[in-house]
């Protein structure tokens, strides 16, 4: 499109009026159709950008909303573990708890019956106060003249007394003993009852503290998974409805750059013959886009390709389309030659390309050859002015759709966009 221009402007004094006003009728209609063009492209630059920051942001929201859903997950996890310890410290507790009750139980039965064997003792133990020795009783009977037989009777009644004397003493010691064990057995139930109570305790409140924590989390997922949704779902909205106002300024444009291409051809033609009947068919058109007469182009910059020329997926936009230059890769502010003699037509701000120099470069093989320079960091030179080939007219930046610091080199013939690689 811009190529036309440096067409238009080399032959501005060869027109006829005719043409003149045509030229001048489209030129206005040219300048209107890019208004606008330059209005929704703006606005699809907003969009665009408006889109990859919620992109972005969308990256970030999904971060956070995995790293929310793990944590969510792991707090449930220790949920779930907490509540099966506190089903399995209850169990645990519950059988303490009634190991606890049978051994105080125990313990109340053994000491009825050490009570009742101490009565028992000190029952017999005053009987035989009262009745003195039962053998030397029977002793003395005998020698008062109680018969043998009897004597007999009674040392075995006393034998018999005191082996049940004997066992109750035995069993009130076994009954001591093992009052004493019941005794130790309910103080240790005891301790392992408060410690397990206490271990329910901090669990519940642990528990309690997932719980509430889950809680929180899940509400926080589904935060994220609402603003996620809704910076997406606006963002892409915006920027498919600009994307169709551009397309419909695009086909408008590209209407009126074919009329101007067939008039640049015209144009050519005719300056062609005044050339040839003038100068004996100059393949330079010389002096007013001060150009050279070597047919090839110079190369900008000195730095590997990148990205060729042809059909490919934008890399910021992501549509498949003409990458309409070749992408050499070098850091930002290194210095841009011209590629060959020329007058800067233009050089300004453009969303795409970003800022960028229109070097038109006269006739070479035949063909009105244009050349820019894109997405650079700051311009050297000022439109209007005449530059020799290998001359600093720019620097390399990252401006526009840009990725990442390179040159964008296009070539231009007879108002048509060309591989540069043809070119160099």
């Not at 210095?335 to 020329?342: C, E, F």
Request: aromatic fraction near 4%.
């Amino acid at each position: 499109m811009l190529a036309i221009l440096a067409t238009c402007a080399l032959v501005v004094g060869l027109m006829n009026p005719v043409l003149a006003d045509k030229k001048d009728d489209l030129q206005r209609q040219r300048q209107g159709v890019n208004g606008k063009i330059d209005g929704a492209q703006k606005s699809l630059d907003s969009s665009s950008a408006a889109y990859a920051k919620a992109a972005k942001a969308l990256d970030a929201a999904q971060a956070k909303l995995s790293s929310a859903r793990a944590t969510l997950g792991k707090t449930r996890g220790q949920l779930a573990v907490s509540q099966a310890e506190d089903a399995r410290m209850q169990a645990e507790l519950d059988r303490s708890q009634a190991a606890l009750d049978k051994a105080v139980a125990d313990l109340k039965k053994g000491e009825r019956r050490l009570k009742a064997s101490e009565d028992e003792v000190k029952a017999f133990t005053v009987q035989t106060v009262q009745e003195g020795d039962r053998g030397m009783k029977a002793f003395g009977e005998l020698l008062g003249g109680e018969s043998p037989s009897t004597f007999t009777d009674r040392m075995s009644l006393n034998a018999s007394v005191g082996d049940a004397q004997v066992s109750r003493m035995q069993k009130l010691a076994a009954a001591k003993v093992i009052l004493r064990l019941n005794r130790d057995k309910v103080e240790k139930l005891r301790d392992q009852v408060a410690v397990a109570r206490q271990a329910a305790a901090a669990n519940l409140q642990k528990m309690t503290e997932l719980e509430a924590a889950a809680e929180a989390q899940t509400a926080e997922v589904g935060k994220l998974v609402d603003a996620r949704a809704d910076a997406s779902g606006k963002a892409r909205a915006a920027k498919v409805e600009d994307e169709r106002l551009l397309a419909a300024y695009e086909a408008e444009r590209n209407r009126l750059n074919n009329e101007l291409a067939e008039l640049a051809r015209r144009e050519l033609e005719r300056q062609r013959a005044r050339e040839r009947a003038g100068r004996g068919g100059s393949g330079n058109n010389g002096g007013l886009s001060g150009g050279d007469d070597n047919g090839a182009l110079s190369y900008p910059v000195n730095g590997p390709i990148t990205s060729p020329y042809g059909m490919r997926v934008h890399p910021v936009t992501g549509v498949y389309k003409l990458h309409d230059g070749t992408d050499f890769g070098v850091g930002c502010g290194t210095p841009i030659h011209a590629a060959a003699s020329g007058t800067i037509i233009q050089q300004y701000y453009n969303a795409g390309y970003g800022n960028r120099v229109i070097l038109a470069n006269g006739i070479k093989r035949g063909q009105s050859i244009v050349t820019t320079y894109n997405h650079l960091s700051g311009f050297a030179r000022s439109a209007g002015a005449r530059v020799s080939r290998g001359e600093v007219i720019g620097y390399v930046g990252s401006t526009g759709y840009s990725t990442g610091c390179h040159l964008h080199f296009m070539v231009i013939a007879n108002g048509v966009t060309v591989n540069p690689m043809g070119w160099l």
